[in-house]
């Protein structure tokens, strides 16, 4: 006979997880039904010409190329800023800082600094980097500011991932007598390579929406760059900027269209992390 106590905790249980069950569905749905609506009102406005064609006021006032391109070296500039220090920083913290204290510190100012709103990063880009050391409106500027933005994130995935890996790897190398940088590059590091590159482009993703921090930095213009490396130094709009821009001129149509292209790159940014980490599971337990 099954006594009350356990009858009670049966229904309790079942209660939970018909709870859970409900917020998860909610939580799927909502996200299918902006994705729905969002493509639904930007796919009439659709045109491939607006993707590889610079917008210009006579001839095609939709065009993207600019904005893509612009994207395109806002992520590029920032990731080669970011993840060395941000990489290197949480492998100093995890694997050779001793003080407990400072270790603690500095992971408390990274969690702080993922809680400020990005508008305050640009208002401190704008006049730091743009203002203050000369820079101006120009995507170096946006990099810059957006390095502050995403360091927490890459530095808690880092020592996330470090310390996933288990005790007995840094025992054996330092058995076989191997110094600490050769133990870190050649054993933890492939280990933990992962979580790295998962929390790399997690950090895309959050580069490739930010609007706030990069309107303040980067400016809103979409020409076509005229050299490399010097169209770091001169003003460039992104996707979002050009989506913000849309909505306050009423132009929707473009609007939405913007938005199915951030949906998409979003998608394939969490669809490769995924990838990645499947891919290098499989070649880590082989």
């Not at 050649?186 to 280990?191: D, G, Y």
Request: proline fraction near 3%; hydrophobic fraction near 50%.
């Amino acid at each position: 006979m099954t006594s009350i106590t356990a009858k009670k905790t049966r229904i309790s249980d079942n209660i939970l997880l018909a709870l859970i069950g409900i917020c998860t569905f909610f939580s799927a749905a909502l996200i299918v039904v902006i994705i729905v609506y969002v493509f639904s009102k930007g796919i009439p406005f659709f045109k491939f010409k607006d993707l590889i064609s610079p917008q210009s006021a006579l001839t095609n006032p939709n065009g993207l190329l600019g904005n893509i391109i612009n994207t395109l070296y806002i992520i590029l500039g920032t990731l080669l800023l970011a993840c060395p220090i941000g990489i290197g920083g949480a492998i100093y913290l995890n694997e050779y800082a001793k003080n407990k204290k400072f270790v603690e510190a500095v992971s408390f100012a990274t969690e702080v600094l993922s809680g400020i709103p990005s508008i305050i990063f640009g208002l401190f880009g704008m006049i730091f980097f743009g203002e203050l050391l000369g820079f101006k409106y120009s995507i170096l500027t946006g990099c810059f500011t957006l390095t502050l933005l995403i360091l927490p994130i890459i530095i808690r995935s880092t020592q996330t991932a470090l310390a996933s890996v288990p005790e007995s790897y840094r025992e054996a190398a330092r058995g076989l007598g191997a110094t600490k940088w050769y133990m870190i590059h050649t054993v933890i590091l492939p280990s933990c390579l992962p979580g790295i590159l998962t929390g790399v482009i997690l950090a895309m993703g959050r580069i490739i929406a930010e609007s706030a921090a990069l309107l303040f930095t980067a400016g809103s213009a979409y020409l076509m760059p005229r050299d490399f490396f010097s169209h770091f130094l001169e003003s460039g709009g992104t996707l979002t900027i050009q989506l913000y821009i849309a909505m306050t001129n009423a132009q929707y149509g473009q609007a939405f269209v913007i938005g199915m292209i951030l949906i998409i790159l979003i998608f394939l940014m969490n669809a490769l992390a995924k990838w990645i980490t499947k891919h290098f599971d499989v070649n880590t337990k082989e």
